[in-house]
């Protein structure tokens, strides 16, 4: 069975760098990933995940991921956690908590985790529950990128069901939901879970056969994610550029560059929605490019006009360092550049743009291929 392994602090921070440029804006933070790593590679535990073609076409797979907004938590929510007398009673073994829950529910252990999504979080975070639980991680994701709603994965794509549902916070508590009316309404019960925590809850879901997981995964993308980040990094160190390497390995495109010169947000329903606007410099100046995410980006505007837009990708990185910015950390003054990548093909669809377009999203705009786009800039 061919596994693949982190085996020093390096090779987790390539990971993390990787994932980060794929989460888009969103995905978990670098310090949680950055932390569970540590502290699994402390604990003596291997981290590896497994090719998808040696999972048993037998063998029972779920995911296991967090879900909240990723905005800065304020005074207000620290004083609600102390009136409410809460205490972290599970740390890094909450996920780990919330797959056992889901098996012992399904009467079944799970025995291989998958990866919602892609994020300097929400890969490191189920990566490190499957090694806790003496089980496979497969190599591959379910979006190919982070994704704010349980809509913009391959599961609700191929018309799988996410129900039932195990939810754990940090506190201790524990929710099973059995089944929901519909996705929108297992997207709306798993979020408003994690506004009652006040913050996050780790939740395991969408178990599957490892046959129809393997109908449906995007394959490989922990491994690019690991060439994707020690790619990053060599430039860095050789003096080279980093996001042109970046560019290089996800056959991505440099869309802008510039300083980040306003990003209004908030914190709303369980996500954190707003705009960066980011002012042109070098061959882009005099031009503005503006960027909405809820949680992650998702629809531009160069020059007021719309622009790249999901399920295409647009990262916006450092443009001295080439690590991604999370939508939570990207601040007034930043120099960035802004890289856009092909989404994945099946999104591209009538019944994908239906729930991973600009107009899922609220906006009334018609979805171009990004190198639709770009061949007639």
């Known amino acids: 069975?061919?596994?693949?392994?982190?085996?020093?602090?390096?090779?987790?921070?390539?990971?993390?760098?990787?994932?980060?440029?794929?989460?888009?804006?969103?995905?978990?933070?670098?310090?949680?990933?950055?932390?569970?790593?540590?502290?699994?590679?402390?604990?003596?535990?291997?981290?590896?995940?497994?090719?998808?073609?040696?999972?048993?076409?037998?063998?029972?797979?779920?995911?296991?991921?967090?879900?909240?907004?990723?905005?800065?938590?304020?005074?207000?929510?620290?004083?609600?956690?102390?009136?409410?007398?809460?205490?972290?009673?599970?740390?890094?073994?909450?996920?780990?908590?919330?797959?056992r829950e889901l098996g012992q529910y399904a009467g079944r252990p799970i025995q291989v985790i998958v990866p919602a999504e892609l994020g300097a979080g929400n890969t490191p975070a189920p990566l490190v529950t499957a090694m806790q639980?003496?089980?496979?991680?497969?190599?591959?994701?379910?979006a190919g990128r982070a994704v704010p709603d349980e809509m913009q994965g391959m599961p609700y794509l191929a018309g799988k069901h996410s129900h039932p549902m195990a939810s754990v916070d940090h506190w201790g508590d524990v929710v099973i939901v059995k089944e929901t009316a519909n996705p929108?309404?297992?997207?709306?019960?798993?979020?408003?879970?994690?506004?009652?925590?006040?913050?996050?809850?780790?939740?395991?879901?969408?178990?599957?056969?490892?046959?129809?997981?393997?109908?449906?995964?995007?394959r490989g993308t922990l491994s690019r994610s690991l060439e994707l980040g020690r790619a990053i990094r060599s430039a860095r160190e050789t003096g080279g550029d980093p996001i042109a390497a970046a560019i290089q390995v996800t056959g991505g495109h440099l869309l802008f560059e510039g300083r980040v010169s306003k990003k209004d947000w908030e914190d709303r329903d369980g996500y954190m929605f707003g705009t960066t606007t980011v002012e042109g410099s070098g061959r882009f100046s005099g031009h503005v490019l503006e960027v909405w995410f809820k949680n992650e980006n998702h629809v531009t505007?160069?020059?007021?006009?719309?622009?790249?837009?999901?399920?295409?990708?647009?990262?916006?990185?450092?443009?001295?360092?080439?690590?991604?910015?999370?939508?939570?950390?990207?601040?007034?003054?930043?120099?960035?550049?802004?890289?856009?990548?092909?989404?994945?093909?099946?999104?591209?669809?009538?019944?994908?743009?239906?729930?991973?377009?600009?107009?899922?999203?609220?906006?009334?705009?018609?979805?171009?291929?990004?190198?639709?786009?770009?061949?007639?800039?």
């Open 184 to 218: 929108f309404m297992f997207e709306r019960v798993g979020k408003m879970l994690s506004v009652a925590a006040h913050g996050t809850c780790f939740q395991a879901a969408t178990l599957l056969p490892a046959t129809e997981m393997k109908e449906i995964l995007v």
């Open 133 to 142: 639980l003496g089980i496979d991680c497969v190599d591959g994701d379910y």
């Open 1 to 99: 069975m061919a596994r693949h392994a982190l085996t020093t602090i390096q090779d987790c921070q390539d990971f993390i760098s990787g994932c980060l440029f794929m989460g888009t804006g969103g995905g978990g933070g670098v310090d949680w990933g950055m932390d569970m790593f540590r502290s699994a590679l402390a604990a003596g535990l291997t981290l590896a995940w497994t090719d998808v073609d040696d999972i048993p076409d037998d063998a029972l797979t779920c995911t296991a991921y967090g879900m909240g907004s990723i905005a800065p938590k304020g005074d207000e929510t620290a004083r609600a956690i102390e009136v409410l007398g809460l205490t972290d009673r599970l740390g890094d073994e909450a996920m780990a908590q919330a797959v």
């Open 301 to 377: 505007w160069l020059d007021g006009v719309p622009w790249i837009c999901s399920p295409d990708l647009v990262t916006i990185a450092d443009r001295t360092t080439g690590e991604g910015f999370t939508n939570t950390l990207i601040d007034v003054g930043a120099e960035v550049a802004a890289v856009g990548i092909r989404g994945l093909e099946a999104f591209r669809g009538e019944r994908g743009l239906a729930c991973a377009g600009p107009r899922y999203f609220g906006f009334d705009i018609d979805y171009r291929p990004i190198e639709e786009l770009l061949g007639r800039i």
